[in-house]
């Protein structure tokens, strides 16, 4: 059936290095990629999403690529800052559906 | 204006009881989510309402039931939960007009329920 893997499930990082979170989907129709960030007790806020039309989207610290072929993506953030401290899901929404589909999380943890 | 907001913050409530969690939104868009989050996991889909009628069930428990008025609110009744059922329940909408069915959702803050 329909699966996101998410990997790490928790990453440390000293503050300023980059960190890099992986997903692997299972379903090729899939078309629609976004990240979200969520803090405790907070909502998941999106971070920055991909279409399957486009390889890489960069906004500031933070870059997602996509690799159609494989059917994995992942979040790339630079120069981390004890902020980025937070819960992190990948998801994918199948082609014509209304279903996001989550992975199980990175606990991200920015060391000052 | 990209805001969901969700009523109550906060809710406690016996196995007996009757309650409703609301969700509203005014961005216009024509698909809204129920998910449950329990801690340390994903938010997990329960129901998804587009232009108004329910379009997902994901198998969910009959004591949970959805509730779509117009176009902007979104509830969810319940009754005869169980402990289990504590968790954080979050709301979410997308599909702007003119829209795709895979555009960006949008979470509310969530209710954080308590099944005693």
């Known amino acids: 059936g329909e699966n996101v893997e998410q990997h790490p499930s928790t990453l440390s990082v000293q503050e300023g290095d980059s960190a890099v979170i992986k997903c692997t989907y299972s379903?090729?129709?899939?078309?629609?990629f976004p990240w979200y960030k969520q803090e405790l007790g907070k909502r998941p806020q999106l971070i920055i999403d991909i279409r399957s039309n486009v390889g890489e989207k960069k906004d500031q610290r933070i870059a997602v690529t996509l690799n159609k072929t494989a059917k994995h993506f992942s979040l790339h953030i630079t120069e981390t800052q004890p902020e980025d401290s937070a819960v992190y899901f990948c998801?994918?929404?199948?082609?014509?559906?209304?279903?996001?589909?989550f992975g199980t999380g990175t606990r991200l943890k920015v060391l000052a | 204006d990209t805001e969901v907001t969700q009523t109550p913050k906060h809710l406690v409530m016996g196995m007996t009881n009757k309650k409703s969690l609301k969700c509203e939104q005014h961005m216009g868009h024509r698909a809204m989510y129920w998910y449950k989050q329990k801690a340390k996991k994903p938010p997990e889909l329960m129901f998804v309402y587009s232009y108004e009628k329910l379009s997902i069930n994901e198998s969910v428990p009959s004591r949970f039931s959805p509730e779509c008025p117009n176009s902007s609110l979104l509830n969810l009744h319940l009754h005869a939960l169980q402990p289990e059922d504590s968790a954080l329940y979050l709301c979410?909408?997308?599909?702007?007009?003119?829209?795709?069915?895979?555009?960006?959702?949008?979470f509310g803050p969530g209710t954080r329920l308590t099944v005693l």
């Open positions: 379903d090729s129709a899939s078309n629609y």
């Open positions: 998801a994918a929404c199948f082609s014509g559906t209304y279903k996001y589909i």
């Open positions: 979410a909408s997308s599909l702007p007009r003119g829209g795709q069915a895979t555009d960006t959702q949008y």
